[in-house]
């Protein structure tokens, strides 16, 4: 698989020690995520020294891994990356986990820890948790390789490897996750299928990272148990946005135009019939976005900041990006791989016209000039679109998805934008 550039929404942790712990008999029927900016106070990533441009240019650089109750925490990015509040065990211990829809396990760092990144918060062990059961290698969520003589009393050993290099080895378990609902009560989601990693690669480095929150499509991912879900993103980059959300859970609000949803080795594919820029439809194939095998189709991700595209369509987009600003506005050639220019996406695109996605069964995704540029220093701008290089996959990434409640109804086997503010979605 071709590394992509990618964004993990990411689970962080605040103490939950104070509120009563209402236990739910049931899986909660909606989960109520509010999104928090790393660079907001909320954030413990507050007051980091970075500028603007630095920020924006390293997240151009990040790289793609794919492989009845209401709830509600908080997530907070880092590198543009949010995190949310629960906790794991009884006794809770506090975790920050990177979200993930390209992969399906839950994986956290743990210990007895042979090979573990350093974290600021404790690592959580199993043997300290009264809810902890060990899953064996017999169990039908044990779908990794698994040693002949498996017996009852032989652990479920997982390998999950990225294609960046960072993966997770230890043992598949069942535990308890504690979320903060919002009266300042604790909801408990019980036996949630996760890993214990004992061996585990750099996670980009960052200390307050305990490791990743799949949500593909697997039957290990809490979002295949829950059925549906859905993020409403209003602004990646906006520190001062507050009301990013994120839904889990059947009564995830599943409205606006829809597309069929196919799932695919954990991935969610779609249908993408063209691609229109203003009232032109682009001169595209629409044979190109057709799965024919691994690493073919087009898949939607909240994993991905920019959008990716094969050869043709590309070239496409960036003909006619093009022909509208060549006339006007000088290219700059500074940024590897990416088409750039001299200006301010406020001031210099005012009236360029929006390109949209349009999908099987009549679903479009609009892309104005702040879902389809970048401003990646105060005096130049990117297409935030890329050429897909050695795959013939397509990738939706999280910019495109902006102003938008995207909802997976996985046992309905369809996608669906709500264009929106996300402030109007009732909590």
Avoid at 29 to 41: C, K, M, W
Avoid at 298 to 314: F, H, M, N, Q, R
Avoid at 393 to 421: E, H, P, T
Wanted: with cysteine.
């Amino acid at each position: 698989m071709a590394q992509i550039q990618s964004l993990f929404l990411a689970f962080t942790i605040l103490s939950l020690s104070g509120p009563i712990i209402l236990a739910v008999p049931s899986d909660p029927r909606r989960l109520v995520v509010n999104l928090i900016h790393q660079d907001t106070i909320h954030s413990p990533f507050h007051g980091k020294s970075e500028d603007l441009a630095t920020r924006l240019e390293r997240t151009l650089q990040i790289r793609r891994t794919l492989p009845t109750t209401d709830i509600q925490a908080d997530l907070v990015p880092i590198q543009n990356l949010f995190f949310v509040n629960f906790s794991i065990g009884q006794p809770p211990v506090p975790q920050l986990a990177l979200m993930d829809t390209g992969s399906s396990l839950l994986w956290l760092q743990c210990q007895p820890c042979h090979r573990c990144s350093y974290q600021n918060s404790p690592i959580y062990d199993s043997r300290s948790s009264s809810t902890y059961t060990m899953l064996p290698c017999s169990s039908k969520y044990c779908t990794y390789s698994q040693p002949l003589n498996c017996t009852s009393s032989i652990p479920c050993f997982y390998n999950q490897q990225y294609v960046n290099g960072v993966g997770s080895m230890g043992n598949l378990a069942q535990e308890q996750l504690s979320f903060r609902t919002f009266d300042d009560g604790l909801v408990v989601v019980h036996d949630v299928i996760f890993g214990c990693g004992f061996s585990n690669g750099d996670l980009q480095g960052n200390k307050q990272m305990n490791g990743v929150f799949g949500l593909g499509f697997e039957p290990v991912s809490l979002a295949t148990r829950l059925a549906k879900f859905s993020y409403c993103i209003g602004n990646v980059i906006d520190p001062s946005y507050i009301h990013n959300k994120l839904f889990l859970g059947d009564g995830a609000g599943v409205e606006g135009d829809s597309t069929p949803l196919k799932a695919i080795d954990g991935q969610y594919h779609v249908l993408l019939e063209g691609i229109s820029v203003g009232e032109k439809k682009l001169p595209i194939d629409p044979n190109v976005f057709e799965w024919k095998g691994v690493n073919t189709g087009v898949i939607i991700d909240s994993g991905s900041v920019s959008t990716w595209l094969v050869k043709e369509a590309y070239d496409a987009i960036v003909k006619e990006v093009k022909s509208l600003l060549d006339p006007w506005l000088t290219e700059t050639f500074t940024q590897k791989d990416h088409v750039c220019y001299r200006g301010t996406i406020n001031q210099d695109l005012e009236g360029f016209p929006t390109m949209t996605f349009l999908f099987v069964g009549g679903a479009e995704l609009v892309l104005d000039t702040t879902s389809l540029f970048f401003q990646i220093k105060p005096d130049e701008f990117c297409l935030l679109v890329r050429q897909m290089i050695d795959s013939d996959q397509s990738v939706i990434g999280l910019m495109a998805q902006q102003n938008y409640n995207v909802a997976y109804d996985i046992n309905g086997k369809k996608l669906s934008f709500q264009r929106i503010d996300c402030e109007l979605l009732a909590d």
